[in-house]
């Protein structure tokens, strides 16, 4: 139960053990590990690097280069999701079989698999950074289902690549977790992402420098086994990328038109094809609709342009739509560089994301991104921008006018998308007024001020009753979000500048006598007046005393909680009581449904890798059960609760 609210019950809950979820994976698959159905039609419908030896270089002229997984040591499953192996029928028994960690670190070969990595480019941090592609990741192949679905298979951190540049293509086993755990309960939220299906180590070992200090330690090395509909990128369209102006680079399929118009028709006749049937409505068969192989000229023929309108017009709808739905959960990315793009709208690469405890629009979870690019206020910004570039290389099929014309519908679908799932949080359920966007901001702003934790909050307003008149429930929600807020010393310690003063001093003086230096320090006036803004929040905190704070944080709340309540009225004005008790009902019940109980905090996720690390894998999959239904109120405040009142937040990079 969440601290202030003592009057809700805890439910004492199991977890399931690796038999039991292969018992209940008994019940519901058919197909094993050496009979799944492989149709691995990228591989058939694109071009294939034809160097068939692995070691780093620029690819030029393919999509795919083919690989092989390097074996570890006595490989052991640390945990697996039976709701994702089921999307390829895993059959009775498949997790406790012989053989089965040595499949999926990739030491055994998945009949019908083909390994290949994917080239790809990519913006990262706003600059052109050429070749990148598939450096610790390795396409398996495509599994149909037995409902005729298919899923794109493939390893991370299975080894070395020709995209590895300098590094080892492995993966260790505290980010595995993160994102094996993070995947799945991303999708138990109802938000499109990639899916993990397992999560093996092993005892080969890996350096890394956590915290780029010179101080390296030994880890293990770790694979996940990730799948999705397909995890081509916007970046997969950049690989024909032009010199870049900025920084000398291009893909390495420059003028590669054929490839391109190849690998857009692909995408839309395997992922969109209720586009392609759209335009071309002969195509009545899986046949017609199927992409041509790589080989016959059809491949690289292009298709009508108002097709490829609606193509971008769908993706630019489902980027939208997809970083409102993270901003109503307070899920930050971390690193939304045009690679780490979905091409059909997923959640895709996991690194270092973060659910944000206390709101601050300013909220960055990644370390490493000093100037707060990916913050979380700026994350449907960042997605626009990325939809940009994938206007600008999709161009020689696409009109830049069309698609300019495009992106601007952007920002309305992000608000209309953001404001009725807010509605829902909010239980707003009956009427659209429109001062429910005024309401809305007062609520981010109280939170901010008062440093309220995003879950806890939006959860606790299950409390309010329509009727406030003499109901105890809203004195019952206000303990709950007071008992929650950050203390005094939290948020002067939060607000600490990420600069000098004399830092700040000597930024400010080159914005008035040299700006043309600072511009190529990429440093900004938005940067410099957010560093300002800091030092003045800060000043003024440094007088508060913890009473003075609890004073203003409950007049605060009282006064938003006030106008909740008439806005909940409005809702059911001219109502009869009757039927006011039955729209309370299903109030709650909408407001459960979109508000969740526990999400991934980086402290419970680093108190199961802690247990991994010793050897003890049962607390990651207690986790993943927790993580499966976020929604439940029965979970313990352990996994529900933002981390103690004067703990330091964990730094992830």
């Known amino acids: 139960m969440l601290r202030g609210a003592s009057h809700l019950p805890i439910v004492q809950r199991t977890f399931p053990s690796v038999s039991l979820i292969a018992r209940k994976m008994s019940s519901s698959a058919s197909a094993s590990v050496t009979s799944l159905q492989f149709d691995n039609s990228c591989l058939r419908c694109l071009p294939v690097d ?49 053989g089965f960690a040595s499949y999926f670190s990739g030491n055994m070969i998945i009949p019908g698999s083909q390994p290949a990595a994917h080239c790809y480019c990519g913006h990262q941090f706003g600059h052109f950074s050429g070749q990148l592609g598939d450096g610790a990741t390795m396409y398996l192949g495509e599994v149909t289902n037995a409902k005729g679905d298919k899923w794109e298979i493939q390893f991370k951190g299975a080894g070395k690549t020709p995209y590895s ?48 200090n010179g101080n390296a330690i030994h880890e293990r090395a770790t694979i996940i086994l990730r799948m999705a509909k397909t995890f081509i990128r916007f970046g997969s369209f950049e690989i024909f990328k032009a010199t870049d102006r900025v920084t000398g680079r291009k893909g390495p ?35 017609a609709i199927a992409p041509p192989a790589w080989e016959d000229a059809a491949a690289r023929q292009p298709l009508k342009e108002e097709l490829y309108q609606d193509f971008f017009k769908k993706i630019v709808t489902r980027t939208a739509k997809l970083v ?48 707060g690019r990916y913050a979380y206020k700026n994350q449907p910004d960042i997605c626009k921008w990325n939809c940009e570039k994938l206007a600008e ?46 309401l809305i901001d007062s609520l981010l702003d109280t939170m901010h001020r008062t440093g309220a934790d995003f879950t806890v909050t939006f959860r606790s307003l299950r409390l309010v009753c329509i009727s406030r008149a003499g109901d105890e429930r809203f004195a019952a929600a206000l303990d709950c979000i007071s008992a929650n807020l950050a203390t005094c010393q939290d948020m002067i310690q939060a607000s600490k500048p990420s ?94 449904a979109a508000n969740p109980k526990v999400v991934l905090r980086n402290h419970v996720a680093q108190r199961a890798i802690d247990k991994a690390e010793q050897g003890d894998f049962s607390e990651v999959r207690r986790l993943l059960a927790v993580l499966e239904t976020p929604f439940d109120e029965s979970h313990s405040d352990d996994d529900a609760l933002p981390r103690p009142p004067g703990s330091s937040p964990l730094l992830v990079t």
Not at 65 to 90: E, F, H, M, N, Y
Not at 409 to 428: A, P, S
């Open 324 to 371: 409102a739905e993270w901003q109503c959960v307070g899920w930050c990315h971390g690193v939304l560089n045009t690679d780490n793009m979905s091409i059909i709208g997923d959640t895709i690469d996991y690194g270092p994301y973060g659910f944000m405890e206390r709101y601050d629009p300013n909220y960055v979870c990644n370390a490493s991104d000093d100037q």
């Open 499 to 592: 600069i000098s003063p004399n830092q700040l001093g000597m930024f400010m003086q080159l914005a008035e006598t040299q700006p043309m230096v600072l511009e190529a320090l990429g440093l900004s006036a938005e940067q410099l007046q957010k560093w300002r803004d800091e030092y003045q929040m800060y000043t003024n905190m440094q007088s508060w005393t913890q009473g003075e704070k609890d004073a203003q944080d409950r007049r605060l709340w009282h006064e938003w909680m006030s106008k909740y309540c008439d806005r909940l009225a409005a809702d059911v004005s001219g109502e009869g009581d009757d039927n006011v008790s039955s729209v309370e009902s299903a109030r709650v019940a909408v407001m459960d």
């Open 253 to 287: 399929s420059t003028g590669r038109v054929d490839i391109l118009t190849a690998l857009v028709n692909f995408v839309i006749r395997s992922y969109y094809p209720h586009l392609y049937t759209k335009h071309y409505p002969d195509a009545t068969s899986a046949a």
């Open 165 to 212: 540049r300098s590094a080892d293509g492995r993966k260790v086993l505290r980010s595995s977790i993160r994102e094996f755990l993070c995947s799945e309960h991303i999708n138990a939220l109802g938000i499109p992402t990639t899916r993990a299906g397992t999560c093996v180590t092993s005892n080969s070992r890996v350096v890394r420098d956590i915290f780029y």
């Open 393 to 438: 290389a999709l161009s020689p099929l696409l009109e830049p006018a069309a698609a300019r014309a495009i992106i601007a519908e952007y920002d309305g679908i992000f608000k209309q998308r953001y404001i009725d799932r807010m509605r829902e949080k909010l239980g707003l359920i009956r009427k659209k007024l429109d001062d429910d966007k005024q």
């Open 50 to 98: 034809e160097e068939p030896d692995n070691y780093t270089r620029q690819v030029h002229g393919a999509c795919f280069s083919r690989v092989s997984p390097t074996p570890c040591d006595r490989p052991q499953l640390v945990c697996a999701s039976d709701k994702a192996l089921g999307l390829i029928d895993l059959g009775p028994g498949e997790i406790v079989r012989e």
